[in-house]
C-alpha cells in the first residue's frame, strides 16, 4: 500500500472533530495552526469551535502544546514505531500482548482507548511531524501512521498530514512527485527514477559518504543533518544557493547569493496540505533568482564538451 489520505486544512477546519498530533509541538513550531486550522476555529460541520474538537498530543515529553491537549499520551523515545505497529492491530481486533505494549511506555488499555475515541470520530486527522519522521524508524514511522490513517477509514473519515518542518519543503516534494513520481529519496542515477527512502535520501547519502559534491538549495543542512553528514558536506564540494548565510555556506566551496523567493523573486510556494500559493515579488533585487542561477549553471554545462576518461585526464592534468 502506498499513498496517502490527505485533505487540505480548509477541510480540518470545518469538519474535523478529532485532531491528533504526534511527535510535533505546534504551539511552539505552528503557532498559528491551532488558532486558524485546528482547535479553536467554529468550523461548518463544528460550530462549536473547541468545545466540539478533541485533541490527543502523542510525545516523548510535555510541551507547550500539552497543555491545549485533551489527552496527553508519553512514549518512550524510539519507540513510535511500535506504537503504531500496536494501534493497528487494534483497530483490526487482533490480539496484542500487554508486556509487549508496556514496553512503548503506554499500557494496552491507554493504546486500546486511543483506537476506540478514533472509530468514535466523525471526522479524525493526523498531524504528525519531525518527532516521527527523524527519530529511530524514520521513513518506516511515517508510513505506518500513514497506513494507520487509511485503515481507520474502513470504520470512519481519517486523513493524515506531516507537519512541515520550514518554508515549502511540500513544493520540493510537490514537484519531484510529478516529475518522478516520488516525493524524496529518488536517485537518477541509471537514467531513471528510483525511490528507495534510507538508501537515496540526503541524510543517509551524506552520513555514507556515498556523493562526491552537494548542490544546496534554499536548505540548511549543515544546522539540521548529524554531524557525520556535516563533516562530508564540508571535504566534498559544496555548492549552495541562499538569500543569506548559513551554516551550510560557511562550510561551502561556492556560495551564491540570490534572490528572496516572495520578495524580490516571483514563484510558487505550496502549503503544508498541498495548496500551491502564487508569490509577487514586492522588492527588486541585484541578486538573480534560484531558476536563473540553475539555468546558466545547465548552459554552462552543456557547452561542455562530451565526457571522456581521456579529456578527464586532461581536465586533471592541467
Known sequence: MGGKVTCTLGEVKNRADFIVYWGGNPAECHPRHFTKYTLTQKGRFVPEGRKGRTMVLVDIRETMSSKAADLFLQIRPGKDFEVLTTLRALVKNQQVDERRAAETGLTLAQLQDLVDRMKRARFGVLFFGMGVSMTRGKHMNSAGILALAAELNAFTKFVCMPMRGHG????????????????????????YPRFNPGEFSTVDLLVRGDNDAALILGADPGATMPQPGIDHLARIPTIVLDPKVTHTSRLARVHITTAVTGISAAGTAYRMDEIPLPLRP?????????????RRIRQAVAARPSWSPASNARMAIA
Open 168 to 191: 515549502n519543503v511540500t513544493g520540493s516534494d510537490m514537484v519531484m512527485r510529478w516529475t518522478t513520481g516520488f516525493p524524496f529519496g529518488v536517485s537518477l542515477t541509471r537514467g
Open 282 to 294: 514586492a522588492l527588486s533585487s541585484p541578486y538573480p533568482t534560484d531558476q536563473e542561477v540553475i
